[in-house]
């Protein structure tokens, strides 16, 4: 039996992977000329590093299991990291208890009441009501309007614009405990990364669908999804068609549109789930910026709500690599604006936390984009969502809206490839 998966992400590979276990004769079709997704690598001045970056936390069980499966997991290294919060002008520890006593610009009972709601987060199994209410509900009910304002807003008004005060707080509430849990100690966060990074893990899945007769095919962006009788039959692409008793599309649901022209409908489906577009500018300096692996900002004078300093859990023999994101719809004026311009931009914001960062520091650069980044989800999200297993037989589609209340990332992807396959037939 024959299986078509769109998207050779970490999500569609996965798929295919296990499809391949429960003996299906599997084609993976990819628009990029690279596997990996949102974890392909590119050259960055002769360094090999991901196009956005991924960390991995103590929870991701999904990581772990395929890592096992392919053989990696001697490759998974473990790194004490920490975060920073720059706001009035300076740059303040941030994560543990310790940070928060000490951190300035909260009184003593918003502290308290702070680290008591992420405290409880960690501990909290589902998300339950937090489904029904905003992260701005949320936060407010236990820590003030203040405590909002200063520092939370700022952040959501960069990332999610006019959605700002409509995101889910079951969104952030899997945020804060997946962060909060990757700890060794109540003092000391945790993250991991696989050496040689997200590509260890790429190449390794298509080295195993390759050994047992898949196809992953680069430069194949599909243009229809075929369906008679109310079954998937296959999928076109590059002008060809491919046959299939079963497609999995892992593929932005944005893009689905013009594939499902022959299921009237069942596009209609999609068209409630809004993306936020990402223009990430990552720049390897000769320095340091900050300590930390992960820095939020709040600055008037800043348009990026963060950054994460890479070589902080990767180290990139004594340089640094810095990803900072812009955040933005796709069709908002900025988002075209010419890469060199993001660069010097990008370069000003790290200036502010860290005025001795210059431009003789600046060894490499590039500026990616992504036009349909990250999800908005607000308060009742997991109800619009459709099912994954389409009414179309055969047919599966999913992309990183579906982790909801989770957020995108490696062991997400890699739980969702393994159920898509798993609810497939056995074909031997």
Same mark, same amino acid.
């Given at each position: 039996?024959?299986? &078509?998966?769109?998207? *050779?992400?970490?999500?569609?590979?996965?798929?295919?992977?296990?499809?391949?276990?429960?003996? #299906?004769?599997?084609? &993976?079709?990819?628009?990029?000329?690279?596997?990996?997704?949102?974890?392909?690598?590119?050259?960055?001045?002769?360094?090999?590093? /991901?196009?956005?970056? =991924?960390?991995?936390?103590?929870?991701?069980?999904?990581t772990f299991a395929l890592l096992d499966e392919l053989g990696l997991r001697d490759s998974l290294r473990w790194v004490p990291t920490s975060m920073g919060y720059f706001i009035g002008g300076r740059l303040h520890p941030w994560g543990d208890p310790v940070s928060l006593l000490r951190f300035p610009h909260l009184s003593l009972v918003e502290?308290?009441?702070?680290?008591?709601?992420?405290?409880?987060?960690?501990?909290?199994?589902?998300?339950?009501?937090?489904?029904?209410?905003?992260?701005?509900? #949320?936060?407010?009910? #236990?820590?003030?309007?203040a405590v909002y304002d200063k520092l939370w807003a700022p952040l959501f008004d960069l990332k999610f614009h006019e959605h700002a005060d409509r995101v889910s707080a079951a969104w952030i509430w899997t945020r804060l405990k997946r962060i909060g849990t990757s700890r060794r100690s109540l003092m000391q966060e945790e993250l991991g990364y696989l050496e040689g990074g997200s590509e260890t893990l790429?190449?390794?899945? /298509?080295? *195993?669908?390759?050994?047992?007769?898949?196809?992953?095919?680069?430069?194949?962006?599909?243009?229809?999804?075929?369906?008679?009788?109310?079954? &998937?039959?296959?999928?076109? *692409?590059?002008?060809?068609?491919?046959?299939? /008793?079963?497609?999995?599309?892992?593929?932005?649901? @944005?893009?689905?549109?013009?594939l499902l022209a022959e299921a009237p409908g069942l596009a209609d489906a999609y068209a409630t789930i809004r993306n936020i577009g990402v223009v990430c500018v990552v720049l390897r300096l000769g320095r340091s910026v900050t300590p930390h692996f992960w820095v939020n900002v709040s600055d008037p004078r800043s348009r990026i709500p963060g950054f994460v300093e890479f070589s902080n859990l990767r180290p990139m023999d004594g340089e640094a690599v810095v990803y900072v994101p812009y955040y933005m719809p796709s069709d908002h004026a900025r988002f075209g604006m010419d890469d060199l311009a993001f660069r010097d931009e990008a370069m000003e914001h790290l200036r502010i936390v860290n005025p001795a960062i210059g431009p /003789?520091?600046?060894?490499? #650069? =590039?500026?990616?984009?992504?036009?349909?980044?990250?999800?908005?989800? @607000?308060?009742?999200?997991?109800?619009?969502?459709p099912p994954v297993r389409?009414?179309?037989?055969?047919?599966?589609?999913?992309?990183t809206a579906f982790y909801y209340p989770e957020d995108r990332g490696v062991s997400e992807s890699a739980r969702f490839g393994r159920m898509m396959a798993q609810a497939l037939p056995l074909a031997r």
């Open positions: 039996m024959r299986l &078509v998966v769109l998207g *050779a992400g970490i999500m569609g590979l996965a798929a295919a992977h296990h499809a391949l276990d429960r003996g #299906w004769d599997v084609t &993976v079709l990819e628009a990029a000329p690279q596997a990996g997704g949102m974890a392909a690598h590119f050259d960055l001045g002769g360094l090999s590093i /991901e196009r956005f970056y =991924h960390f991995i936390c103590r929870a991701d069980a999904p502290k308290l009441r702070y680290g008591l709601m992420a405290f409880l987060a960690t501990k909290r199994r589902d998300p339950g009501r937090l489904e029904h209410i905003s992260a701005r509900e #949320w936060i407010t009910a #236990w820590c003030g309007q790429v190449l390794a899945l /298509e080295r *195993a669908i390759a050994a047992r007769g898949g196809r992953v095919l680069l430069g194949q962006p599909a243009s229809r999804i075929h369906v008679a009788d109310g079954r &998937v039959t296959g999928v076109t *692409a590059g002008g060809e068609i491919h046959p299939a /008793e079963a497609v999995i599309g892992t593929i932005p649901t @944005p893009l689905l549109g013009g /003789e520091d600046l060894r490499s #650069w =590039h500026v990616g984009r992504l036009r349909h980044a990250q999800p908005v989800c @607000p308060p009742g999200f997991a109800a619009g969502l389409t009414p179309v037989q055969g047919l599966q589609l999913a992309d």
